[in-house]
C-alpha cells in the first residue's frame, strides 16, 4: 500500500520569503503521479502544482515549484516570493494510474503554513 | 459552469439518525469521489465512482452507502450516524483519462452528538 508522510505538521514564513515544505511516500509502482494541493480558511481544495514520475523536469507553476526525487521518493514544495494569501494547509497526494486511468488520492495530513506580514 | 457543488454545508445528527449528502457536478465528468477530513489530518477516500451505475469501495466505506444513477450525481447516505462519523466531507470529480485534476466541493462540516 502506497503511503505520504508529511514531516512539518505547521511551517512560518516572512512575507517575500521563501519556504519549502517536505512531502516523503512510499510506494512500488513505477507509474505514478504526484500534487500538492492548497486548503485555505475556506475549506476549498485547490490544486496548486502536479508532477509525472516519468519525467525528470521538475514541475514549475508561477512562484511555486517541486524538487522531485524518484529514488528517494521524495517530493518537496517550493514557495518562492511568499504572500499572504499562500496562508493555508498543504497537503501532498499520491495517484498511481490504473490501466490509463484514474487511479485513487491517497493525502498525507498536511502541513499547516502562515505567512507572516 | 458551477462545477461541484455540496449541500448542506452543515448540519448536526444525533447518533442513531441518518441522512444523504448531496453531490452534483456539471463537468460531464465520468469518476466521482467522497473523502472524509478528520480534524489534523488529511483526507481519506470513502467510496468512488467510475460512471453512472459503477461504484466501489474505498479506504474507509464502513458505515456509509452510495449511488450513481447519473453522470451528475453522487450522493452519500449515512446510517445509524455515530460520532466516529464527525468529520468534513468532501466529494470530488474528474475525467477519466490520466492524472487530471480532481475538483473538490466545499464541503459538508458534520457533527454527530
Known amino acids: 500500500a502506497q503511503t505520504v508522510t508529511q514531516s512539518q505538521p505547521e511551517m512560518s514564513v516572512q512575507e517575500a520569503e521563501t519556504v519549502t515544505l517536505s512531502c516523503t511516500y512510499d510506494t512500488s509502482e513505477n507509474n505514478y503521479y504526484l500534487f500538492w494541493y492548497k486548503q485555505p480558511p475556506s475549506r476549498q481544495m485547490i490544486l496548486v502544482i502536479r508532477?509525472?514520475?516519468?519525467?525528470?523536469q521538475n514541475a514549475t507553476e508561477n512562484r511555486f515549484s517541486v524538487n522531485f526525487q524518484k529514488a528517494a521518493k521524495s517530493f518537496s514544495l517550493k514557495i518562492s516570493d511568499s504572500q499572504l494569501g499562500d496562508t493555508a494547509m498543504y497537503f501532498c497526494?499520491?495517484?498511481?494510474?490504473?490501466?490509463?486511468?484514474?487511479?485513487?488520492?491517497?493525502f498525507g495530513k498536511g502541513t499547516k503554513l502562515s505567512v507572516k506580514p | 459552469n458551477a462545477g461541484v457543488t455540496q449541500t448542506p454545508k452543515f448540519r448536526i445528527l444525533k447518533i442513531g439518525q441518518s441522512m444523504t449528502l448531496q453531490c452534483t457536478q456539471d463537468?460531464?465528468?465520468?469518476?466521482m469521489y467522497w473523502y472524509r477530513q478528520d480534524p489534523g489530518m488529511g483526507l481519506k477516500l470513502i467510496y468512488y465512482?467510475?460512471?453512472?451505475?459503477?461504484?466501489d469501495k474505498g479506504e474507509v466505506p464502513n458505515g456509509y452507502n452510495v449511488s450513481r444513477s447519473t453522470t451528475e450525481d453522487f450522493p452519500l447516505r449515512l446510517e445509524l450516524a455515530a460520532p466516529s462519523q464527525t468529520s468534513v466531507y468532501f466529494c470530488?470529480?474528474?475525467?477519466?483519462?490520466?492524472?487530471?485534476?480532481?475538483?473538490f466541493g466545499p464541503g459538508t462540516r458534520l457533527t454527530v452528538t
Open positions: 470530488a470529480s474528474s475525467t477519466r483519462q490520466g492524472a487530471n485534476e480532481q475538483y
Open positions: 497526494a499520491f495517484m498511481k494510474l490504473v490501466g490509463g486511468s484514474q487511479g485513487n488520492l491517497i
Open positions: 465512482s467510475v460512471g453512472a451505475g459503477i461504484t
Open positions: 463537468m460531464n465528468h465520468n469518476y
Open positions: 508532477q509525472e514520475a516519468y519525467k525528470q
